[in-house]
């Protein structure tokens, strides 16, 4: 994996495949404590999932928000999207257009401490169609999202307050992420991951 710091965004290649672009700074400081603010008045849950037959609560926080119609399937359950409020709307628009492409539905992950965390994974479940969009808005106490390929290369990103992460759909079909624990933050840290989502696939 090649990053190439040299203009911004950022871009991460994988051979001559571009697998990521990252803003550092995407969002102004006062932009990100605003932020920061509202997303705490947000409906949070700590859902049970199931996993290998067991039940058990996720180790984090989080939030479904979207569209009409753009429910999430996570671990066994069927998400109904919470209506998105008129400021992550404006976020979310933001954020397409930085893309390059269209969100229409957010899950916001609340890290309440550096015990809380998500493990390795991809997200290209099939209601997000053959060309999986996520991107990440970071907000809060900085903790690395790691990217690792299927032959075991790696990059961290440090995530900072009011930065932005775009995973292209390469990165989901040829690479794993997660956002390990960290045992010395006490900070919480909350992440906006923007999607794009088929509305009324599971409908
Ligand atoms: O919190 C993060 O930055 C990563 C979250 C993530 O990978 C996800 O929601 O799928
Ligand atoms: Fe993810």
């Not at 603010?37 to 947000?42: G, P, T």
Request: net charge positive; charged share 20%; glycine share 6%.
């Amino acid at each position: 994996m090649i990053l190439d710091q040299a203009q911004m965004p950022q871009r991460l290649y994988l051979k001559d495949s571009e697998l990521a672009r990252y803003w550092p700074q995407f969002l102004t400081r006062e932009q990100s404590d605003q932020l920061f603010e509202r997303c705490l008045a947000l409906p949070w849950e700590q859902p049970s999932v199931q996993v290998f037959g067991r039940r058990h609560q996720i180790p984090r926080m989080q939030c479904w928000l979207g569209e009409h119609r753009c429910d999430y399937r996570y671990s066994g359950t069927l998400l109904k999207p919470q209506p998105l409020p008129s400021w992550l709307n404006a976020l979310m628009f933001n954020v397409s257009q930085h893309c390059g492409t269209r969100f229409n539905a957010v899950l916001a992950n609340r890290y309440r401490s550096g015990d809380d965390k998500m493990g390795w994974h991809s997200d290209n479940e099939p209601e997000m169609g053959q060309q999986p969009q996520v991107a990440i808005v970071s907000l809060g106490a900085g903790r690395p999202l790691q990217l690792r390929s299927q032959d075991h290369q790696q990059q961290d990103f440090t995530m900072p307050h009011g930065s932005l992460l775009q995973l292209l759909p390469l990165a989901q079909r040829q690479c794993k992420h997660q956002l390990p624990a960290r045992k010395r933050v006490e900070q919480e840290r909350i992440s906006l991951t923007f999607r794009y989502i088929i509305p009324g696939f599971w409908h």
